[in-house]
């Protein structure tokens, strides 16, 4: 009976009488073109932070060797030697490898099995080629370290494994003697010598790498055996996030915690919080200085525990792509804001220059709309608010974007972007109820400051009576922010605090809708936190101002359509806003 099709037709015969060939691969091609080659700077970094977070560490170290550059005498003048990078060794105090590990950093695409992790890939590690022609590592349980360097013999990549030295790699940078850590070391001389990086740039990667990390909390920059950077994590308290419930059984009026399929759910109760935490920068003041300046920054953060239901056949080809089942339970995060907690004075202007630990701390909170998605670590796509999101979604292989191509991975990260939206809607409510209580808690010392005012303002008064005074109080009044028309931006801006901080929730999508048009550019918005009113803002009217500009959505990057996850299930959360449209 003749075959259905061509391709059948010619398959057949060829497996008859064809031969066999394995597919070969250039390893060095493959390597140089495609795996040590990513869109981002800092990969290489990026990828070590990552598996170190994955090993359960608590601290990284990066040991940069550097030497001065030489000049080439051309005739020119000289200019000044700048330093360059000789060699980087990365460590942490994660898991040592076991012999598992050892064999997956040996196969190119063996990720990580464990469905907790975000490693699928398995190419992460071979960022390492990116800087290094032949990288050397060692791990291990103290004093049984073993260690495994990478060669090349032509266009094929070989390793070779043996027992590492006694104490040569787990001498401390700084003080020259061993420690108690048992240290997994990345060693990577540079194939070609490259400046030193700006440390101010570099502390901004590193202080944004440890936005959502749930063990590694500390990372330190050695410079020639210095310490000259030192970024530190600290939980300060955490609380539980209240979800609303039905005001009665037959009513539909309680907060929806579930995606539109059914396919994530909101954990328990009490396994949706928010958690304060404290980020801690140390510089020195240069590469030579023995003085450290710091500056410090706390944030905010909201999480959830999610359960998954995955349909059976979208498992399936999950598990074709990604060699990995889904997992059963998943934590999704959001970064709420920094931006009022920064240690700075309160009347501090904008147009003061920031010391380099303020430049480095500032990056910790995003600025309106540049919120990022994060899979572990940073990608490139932005939530369109001034909210950092970080969810196990399923990647590109560079880890750069979001998967929508896949149509198994497509619905699964559609879902879970909804259940993304959901958690940020809830936390918007929690804050506002959180500045409607600090609101009526600081009602005495408003209604103190008024009296005082009044007091003020009937001596000022029987003062301009007298021809004495009288040219000193025009003046004063000339300059008093109280008698300007009330539609300038300043008294915008605080009718509009003392409105939000009075938790007037049945207005709150026209509020957030004229929040863009009162804010505007980030200079006026400093203005606009610190304005020339005879009363200054009180901390929950700060806080609903930036509560708020966070919350203000603009067009997210490069891919647009990303925010309208959010929009659509911030919406549907909770059934009395169902009005509600960005």
């Known amino acids: 009976m003749a075959s ?19 597919v070969e691969v250039n390893q060095r091609a493959l390597i140089d073109k495609i795996l040590a080659r990513y869109a981002s700077a800092g990969a290489v970094y990026r990828e070590l932070l990552q598996n170190s977070n994955d090993a359960e560490a608590t601290t990284a170290e990066i040991i940069i060797t550097t030497s001065s550059a030489s000049n080439n005498d051309n005739g020119e003048k000289k200019k000044p030697k700048e330093e360059v990078v000789t060699q980087i060794i990365y460590r942490n105090n994660g898991h040592p490898f076991r012999p598992q590990d050892w064999a997956r950093l040996r196969k190119i695409a063996e990720g990580n099995p464990d469905e907790t992790k975000v490693g699928a890939f398995g190419v992460g590690a071979y960022t390492m080629f990116s800087i290094c022609e032949e990288p050397l590592v060692v791990s291990g349980k ?9 060669f090349w013999k032509g266009d094929g990549l070989w390793t070779k494994t043996g027992k590492a030295p006694e104490g040569i790699v787990n001498m401390s940078a700084s003080l020259g003697k061993q420690d108690t850590n048992n240290w997994t070391s990345f060693i990577l001389p540079s194939r070609d010598p490259y400046p030193l990086p700006d440390l101010v740039e570099f502390g901004q ?12 909390c500390n990372i330190k920059v050695y410079v020639n055996n210095t310490l000259q950077m030192n970024i530190q994590k600290t939980i300060l308290e955490s609380h539980t996030i209240s979800t609303p419930k ?21 954990g328990k109760a009490d396994q949706l919080t928010q958690t304060s935490v404290l980020m801690n920068v140390s510089l020195r003041k240069s590469l030579s200085s023995n003085e450290m300046e710091t500056s410090k920054i706390k944030a905010r953060y909201a999480s959830a525990v999610v359960n998954t239901k995955i349909p059976q056949d979208i498992e399936k080809r999950m598990i074709r792509v990604t060699k990995k089942k889904p997992p059963k339970e998943l934590t999704v995060q959001i970064f709420l804001d920094a931006a009022d907690s920064h240690e700075q004075e309160v009347g501090s202007s904008s147009k003061t ?18 919120g990022r998605i ?3 670590f940073r990608t490139s796509q932005t939530t369109g608010l001034g909210i950092h999101l970080a969810a196990p979604l399923m990647p590109t292989v560079e880890r750069e974007a979001i998967d929508f191509v896949d149509s198994a991975l497509c619905a699964f990260n559609t879902e879970l972007l909804e259940i993304c939206g959901i958690l940020m809607r809830l936390a918007l409510e929690h804050e506002m109820g959180r500045v409607g209580v600090m609101w009526d808690k600081g009602k005495p010392g408003r209604d103190e400051w008024k009296a005082k005012h009044e007091e003020l303002k009937k001596l000022k008064e029987a003062a301009a009576k007298s021809d004495a005074v009288e040219d000193a109080e025009s003046k004063s009044d000339a ?12 008294s915008s801006l605080f009718s509009f605090a003392t409105f939000m901080a009075r938790g007037v929730k049945n207005t709150v999508v026209d509020v957030i809708k004229a929040v863009p048009e009162i804010l505007g550019d980030d200079d006026e ?9 005879e009363r200054p803002l009180s901390l929950e009217e700060r806080d609903a101002i930036i509560l708020m500009k966070a919350f203000c959505p603009k067009i997210s990057t490069p891919v647009s359509s990303y925010a309208l996850y959010f929009d659509e299930d911030m919406c549907s959360c909770i059934s009395m806003f169902n009005h509600l449209n960005f």
């Open 4 to 22: 259905s099709s061509a391709y059948e037709d010619v398959r057949a015969a060829i497996a008859e009488k064809g031969s066999d060939a394995r």
């Open 142 to 150: 103290r004093g049984e370290e073993e260690a495994m360097f990478f």
């Open 205 to 216: 990667f590193l202080t944004t790498s440890l936005t959502f990390t749930q063990c590694l």
């Open 246 to 266: 039905a005001s009665s059984w037959w009513k539909n009026d309680g907060a929806v915690t579930y995606s539109s399929s059914g396919m994530f759910t909101l």
């Open 353 to 370: 220059k920031k010391s380099r630990t303020d430049q480095i701390a500032d990056s910790f909170s995003p600025t309106s709309g540049s």
């Open 374 to 376: 994060f899979i572990g």
């Open 479 to 490: 300059k008093s922010p109280a008698d300007n028309e009330p539609t300038t931006i300043q």
């Open 525 to 533: 918005t400093t203005e606009l936190l610190n304005p020339s009113d």
